[in-house]
């Protein structure tokens, strides 16, 4: 079982920065890939980003290359997402997701049907 909890939302203006937190427990973190996804109202949840539980490895959905990076430090069981140059497009629910099926070092899933544990999500809300 792991457990996530998700921090570091809030209201910004467009252009600016935020960094959220997913906060984990449990003993296999350290062996999962982990995901941040996000949802729209109205909307589907999207696959944002992923990072192998190795850290050498990380995937990006196309349209936020260049402005999002995720990080992660096993020995915190934290995984990080730096949001910057925010657009309102950007306004949706982060949550963050694990697993509990195996996967290599290297993997970075980045299917919804990929992750079986998922936090509460923290709002992000990008004005014009």
């Known amino acids: 079982q792991v457990q996530l909890v998700e921090s570091g939302g809030g209201l910004v203006q467009a252009g600016g920065s935020l960094r959220l937190s997913c906060a984990a427990s449990g003993r296999t973190f350290n062996i999962s890939p982990m995901g941040w996804f996000r949802q729209a109202p109205g909307k589907e949840r999207e696959f944002v980003a992923a990072?192998?539980?190795?850290?050498?490895?990380?995937s990006y959905a196309d349209s936020l290359k260049g402005r999002f990076t995720i990080s992660r430090d096993n020995a915190k069981k934290l995984v990080l997402l730096q949001m910057n140059s925010l657009k309102p497009e950007d306004t949706a629910i982060y949550y963050c997701g694990a697993t509990s099926r195996y996967y290599s070092y290297t993997s970075t899933p980045i299917e919804l049907s990929n992750y079986d544990y998922w936090g509460q999500g923290t709002q992000v809300t990008v004005s014009s």
């Open positions: 990072i192998s539980w190795g850290s050498s490895r990380t």
